[in-house]
């Protein structure tokens, strides 16, 4: 398995900079940049590219409809050519409440912009005239003067696509389309009807499988020293689950509660999005078991870290993004140096 994680540039620069300069000492294998609501993800990985060598980088990810296709390729094939090989295209459709709510863009036939835009990707990446006449992209647009172009830069290297995804729907679409999968909210013992399924389904009607696509999956990384040091670090990670099964997307659309519903926690899930949605959000925590926690992280002592990455492995994860737990920039580093360790022992 290969070693990664994910960073977002905060209101301490210098100091997410230097957190990645170092993973790469450390020997990380690839650095993804998250955009979300937060800074553009291409600035950074311009910068970062500059102040590393090796590592591979990666925009984890850009909200397709926010950018044009073309765009979007024209920004893939300049950071590309810019590091040398190393960028690592990583694009999702988001959700309501940051397309709408943020971007005023609808949210609206996510799966069919998404289909769209990676084939007008492709087609930008092969170097001839972009055309295109689709439900939701149409070039050059027609009744007007303007004729099919090329750009006039090329990349002079691969740039592998990888897709974040949740739902079956788009799931399949990764398998056809994608070079990798940028999950989340996983557990291990319950992905194969939750996800692997509808991945596979999605290779088989390209012609391909797994082994061709990269399964890049995230947790956070914690190592607790005894039984009541990881007691506490378990409860001081409910209240983020409660968020992402209660806040995350809008009141009707929420992609990680439906993950864990199909992964064998539905009555839960429901529950605590109905308390968060109503404001009781210590109520919601409350729902969240110990099981919970730890089935969708690395967080243990080593041996249970180490245990669980052999699952991962098992289960079919190729790269795992670390999340590493340290209240200081030394203390994520020194996580993340072991979890590296561990991954490369697995």
Known sequence: MRAATTVELSADVAQTVDFVVEAERLGLDMCWVAEAWGADAPSALGYLAARTDVMLLGSGVMQVGTRSPVLVAQTAITLSNLSGGRFLLGLGASGPQVMEGLHGIAFHRPLSRTRETLEIIRQVFEGGRISHSGREFQIPRPGGEAKPMRLSTRPEH????????????????????????????????????????????????????????????????????????????????????????????????????????????????????????????????ALISDEMVLATTLIGTEDMVRARLAVWRDAGVNTVRLYPAGETLDAKLATLGRAIELVRAT
């Open 158 to 285: 691969p740039i592998p696509i990888y897709l974040a995804t949740l739902s079956p729907a788009m799931l399949r679409l990764t398998g056809r389309l994608a070079d990798g999968w940028l999950g989340t909210s996983f557990v291990p013992e319950g992905a194969d009807q939750a996800y692997f399924a509808h991945l596979d389904e999605g290779l088989a009607d390209s012609g391909r499988d797994r082994t061709e696509l990269d399964i890049c999956q995230g947790a956070e990384v914690a190592f607790a020293a005894d039984e009541d040091a990881l007691r506490e670090m378990v409860a001081g990670r409910k209240a983020e689950l409660a968020f992402s099964l209660g806040g995350m997307g809008s009141a009707s659309t929420n992609f990680y509660n439906q993950a864990y519903s199909r992964q064998g926690w539905s009555d839960v899930a429901a529950a605590v999005r109905e308390r968060w949605q109503a404001g009781d959000r210590p109520g919601a925590a």
